[in-house]
């Protein structure tokens, strides 16, 4: 193929593999402080566009979209005083179940309020024509968005878990829950405190990749379960090997369409789950020392 | 047996009623119900969660709706066709123009996609079954969704629309399992007549020494593994025969209606097995058969209306946190007290934070 060819699908390649990394680290965030893999991480991400969709007709687009933040990590939160607070002590095993029935259970919600209309946000600058040259590869200028704002998050995030307090409480609470509550500090909180976290970033993430990919209610589990190959890839609980993992994959599903029928890009993920799962379940970047001593 | 009583009790009711019609219902309900016992005793006895098996219940059905559906006449120069045509294993029907077509028989589709379910699972479970926890959950659900994106993707398979026009299933003479209104008694009570046997099986299974290492297993794998039970061995055993229980399930299920389609490979399908499953309580054979046959007629009927995969997950939800033993145990089965009285009790236990 000709370089124009390649950049053109490796730009693809990053900018689905950098949403795939956002909901990694989704999950990486609530793996650590629970070790629950939630597995409604991908409806959080087609909340976050169905919601800033509806909020659009009302606001300007900006403020549509804090506010589709804001109420998704409402519901982040609501998710974990409501349910995972619940039980005196479940097995982290049961906890995962009820995530995947919870991703039923918000997809017939969302199927019910939205309808099975595909929908999208308006392109942030520009509209569907625009594009951008680079180096003989055709961008839209949304795919530069995608790009900035996943760095930003990434970027912000890792501000927050090394300089700031709560964030530091909260990797206390994933090295060992009992010491950081014997620190005095309020473990079920922070649990919560992840729970929003990672729904913010994925409702971020939904928002901006709204205008490229579409929005409809079952959008949510493909990203789901890729978000999941990516943050295993890269070794659960790694927020450097999400990107990374996630770059990857999304890089091998991009060039994948020149070999492969579209119809199998989708198994391309779950494949690379599979195999990493049975040959090295601590992924790429995860030592597999410290993933023997896990209890989970 | 006080099952087969009730089957056949429940088919006078629905004749005397004049309500046949639910008996379609119940038939496919049974079919369902096969793949659920199945996967019971894997959930149950052994202890491994599979959030994959409307995938085996797809092979099976798909495998079977491939074989019949082809018209062998049509190729009778390759080989193989041939060969079915020679010794017999092709049944010979007219088509609705009149032309003559052969297609492979039945019998010889459902050994055959019981033989590919059987590779299949075993291929994937030796892998499968070394990983734990939720590391199983995802990997089964992986299995389940890949499956469900070759069948959706492949011409083979009918791409979204499925395959259709599947022919009956003749057992012998004018018995035969098809959707044909006429034969819906008949029907009825070969589908339940394949769910008691398998039910028989898996019973038998449960009571013999073989069964009593599973329970061993599923207490404590370590201590089973220091007693000499080859647990890998049977974990992979019960692994293939709960598969094996989809897959017929699955291909009967195909010869009934007639057609298969992609939404019964889906993660949501799993996820209902799942359900129910753990709603009649875990290793409770005839508590799956009973909320199988419960909510599945009552899906069928469509009294959940569209609410039907909410409704599903929303148990699995509720099951897994409140009632994780399901709700047919000795201490809800008391009276409905019983179970308000467990449910707060489950209330008051709860304590600060999450940890298992």
């Excluded at chain 2, 069948?151 to 026009?165: H, K, N, Q, T």
């Amino acid at each position: 193929m000709t370089f124009e060819q390649f950049l053109q699908y490796a730009l693809s390649g990053i900018t689905m593999g950098s949403i795939y990394a956002i909901v990694a680290i989704g999950y990486n965030i609530i793996y650590n402080t629970t070790g629950i893999i939630n597995f409604a991480q991908g409806e959080f991400v087609m909340l976050g566009g169905m919601t800033a969709i509806s909020l659009n007709f009302f606001m300007p687009l900006p403020l549509a979209i804090a506010l589709s933040v804001a109420i998704v990590s409402l519901a982040g939160a609501s998710i974990d005083i409501l349910l995972i607070r619940r039980l005196k002590k479940p097995t982290v095993l049961n906890m995962t179940i009820v995530t995947i029935g919870l991703s039923t259970v918000i997809r017939e919600i969302a199927l019910h309020i939205w309808d099975e209309k595909v929908r999208s946000l308006p392109y942030f600058t520009g509209d569907e024509s625009t594009s951008i040259n680079i180096l003989g590869a055709y961008i839209s200028p949304q795919v530069l968005w995608v790009l900035g704002v996943s760095a930003v998050i990434v970027m912000l995030l890792s501000v927050f878990f090394r300089y700031t307090v709560p964030g530091r409480s909260m990797r206390a609470c994933s090295a060992n829950l009992m010491a950081a509550k014997l620190c005095g500090i309020n473990t079920k909180n922070m649990i919560t405190l992840s729970f929003v976290l990672s729904a913010a970033i994925g409702a971020l993430a939904g928002c901006v990749v709204s205008p490229i990919t579409m929005t409809q209610y079952d959008g949510g589990t493909p990203l789901a379960i890729k978000g999941f190959a990516v943050a295993i890839l890269g070794g659960l609980g790694n927020s450097t090997g999400a990107v990374v993992g996630g770059i990857m994959i999304g890089l091998l599903e991009a060039f994948s369409i020149s070999i492969l029928p579209l119809a199998y890009m989708d198994v391309i993920a779950i494949t690379i789950l599979l195999l990493i799962l049975f040959i090295k379940p601590s992924g790429l970047l995860g030592s597999s020392e410290v993933s023997a001593l896990k209890d989970y | 047996m006080l099952l087969a009583l009730a089957v056949v009790l429940f088919q006078a009711l629905a004749s005397i009623t004049g309500s046949e019609y639910v008996l379609t219902q119940m038939t496919m309900s049974g079919y369902y119900t096969l793949v659920i016992v199945g996967l019971t005793v894997l959930m149950g006895y052994t202890g491994q969660i599979s959030i994959g098996h409307a995938g085996f219940f797809a092979i099976g059905g798909y495998t079977t709706a491939v074989l019949t559906t082809k018209n062998l006449l049509a190729l009778q120069n390759s080989p193989l066709a041939a060969f079915l045509l020679k010794w017999g294993l092709a049944v010979h029907t007219t088509d609705p123009y009149g032309a003559m077509i052969a297609h492979v028989s039945p019998w010889v589709s459902l050994v055959v996609s019981v033989l590919i379910t059987m590779i299949i699972s075993f291929l994937i479970g030796i892998p499968i079954l070394k990983l734990k926890g939720h590391y199983l959950a995802m990997a089964t659900l992986g299995f389940g969704t890949i499956i469900y994106h070759l069948v959706l993707g492949s011409r083979l398979f009918g791409e979204a629309d499925g395959i259709s026009s599947v022919p009956s299933f003749v057992i012998a003479g004018p018995l035969r399992i098809t959707g044909d209104t006429s034969q819906r008694i008949a029907n009825y009570y070969i589908a339940w007549f394949i769910v008691i046997a398998g039910i028989v099986l898996l019973v038998n299974l449960i009571n013999s020494r073989a069964g009593r290492a599973l329970r061993a297993i599923h207490g404590s794998e370590d201590a089973a593994g220091a007693m000499g039970v080859n647990t890998a061995r049977y974990k992979l055993s019960i692994f293939v025969l709960s598969a094996v229980f989809a897959a017929v399930g699955g291909a009967l299920l195909t010869h009934f209606n007639g057609s298969i389609g992609p939404s019964e490979s889906s993660v949501v399908k799993s996820v209902r097995y799942v359900a129910i499953v753990a709603v009649g309580g875990m290793a409770n054979i005839w508590g799956s058969l009973t909320m199988g046959l419960l909510l599945n007629f009552l899906s069928l009927r469509g009294y959940l209306g569209s609410y039907d995969d909410a409704f599903f997950g929303l148990m699995l939800i509720v099951i897994m946190l409140f009632f994780p033993d399901g709700l047919l145990t000795r201490e809800t089965l008391g009276n409905a007290a019983g179970l308000i009285k467990s449910l707060k009790q489950r209330l008051a236990g709860k304590d600060k934070g999450v940890r298992k």
